[in-house]
């Protein structure tokens, strides 16, 4: 398994509260990406990163943000949660091979906001 | 952007049978195209993938088939076994993707074989 940790695994909070989700990789992988599942909808992306400082949006970036100081570690930021926000959040990493590579995700952070 | 279709939603079989989940893209330059597995409380998986200039690959009871022309692709499970109980997920990565190298996913398949 690739070694990707989030944490927390699972979270119980407010609307209108700030939230980090973390995102670590022991791989090197160049690439990291944040997805939300939500029924009905499979697996959307928020943001991604393709280096240390540099992010960008995803199809689904509107009230998140993130940071990349590391090339291990990718932090997903809710600045003001909403409960539209309520979902599994997915790390993936990968490296660039050839005409695609692989994305390896995390085991997921359920994220409930009341 | 690019658009991933899968069917079905839900699919059920008896074990020993075979399964059949199907996606169309919309994006014409994409050119890679994943399937991935999702067990429940855990992270998707990649089973296989498919690159475009190859129309089917195979590893052992699975295989996938790339249609170019009409911009569809198919996952084909056989000898369905109570361990392939999961939620598959298709994928294609557009040529020109403005998104680094992210996928973007169907909606996924739950897949229910029954003893």
């Known amino acids: 398994d690739a070694g990707i940790t989030q944490s927390p695994r699972h979270k119980v909070t407010e609307t209108g509260t700030p939230v980090t989700l973390r995102c670590h990789q022991t791989?090197?992988?160049?690439?990291m990406y944040w997805y939300r599942q939500d029924p009905g909808h499979g697996l959307r992306l928020i943001h991604y990163?393709?280096?240390?400082?540099?992010?960008d949006k995803g199809e689904v970036s509107d009230g998140y943000s993130v940071s990349r100081s590391k090339t291990e570690d990718f932090l997903l930021t809710l600045e003001s949660a909403t409960s539209s926000q309520t979902s599994v959040y997915f790390c993936?990493?990968?490296?660039?091979?050839?005409?695609?590579?692989?994305?390896?995700f995390g085991e997921g952070s359920r994220l409930t906001v009341l | 952007g690019e658009n991933v279709e899968q069917h079905p939603s839900t699919l059920s079989v008896q074990e020993g049978d075979s399964a059949v989940i199907k996606c169309t893209y919309s994006?014409?330059?994409?050119?890679?195209f994943p399937w991935y597995k999702q067990e429940l409380g855990k992270g998707p998986q990649l089973i296989i993938d498919?690159?475009?200039?190859?129309g089917e690959k195979k590893d052992q009871r699975i295989a996938v088939t790339l249609n170019k022309t009409a911009k569809h692709f198919s996952l084909h499970i056989t000898e369905t076994q109570p361990e392939d109980s999961a939620v598959y997920f298709c994928?294609?990565?557009?040529?020109?993707?403005?998104?680094?190298?992210?996928?973007?996913f169907g909606k996924g398949t739950s897949l229910l074989v029954t003893p």
């Open positions: 993936a990493i990968s490296e660039y091979v050839g005409l695609g590579g692989e994305l390896f």
């Open positions: 791989e090197n992988h160049r690439y």
């Open positions: 994006d014409s330059a994409s050119n890679y």
């Open positions: 990163s393709y280096g240390v400082k540099d992010t």
């Open positions: 498919i690159r475009s200039n190859v």
């Open positions: 994928a294609a990565k557009p040529e020109n993707s403005n998104s680094g190298y992210a996928l973007n």
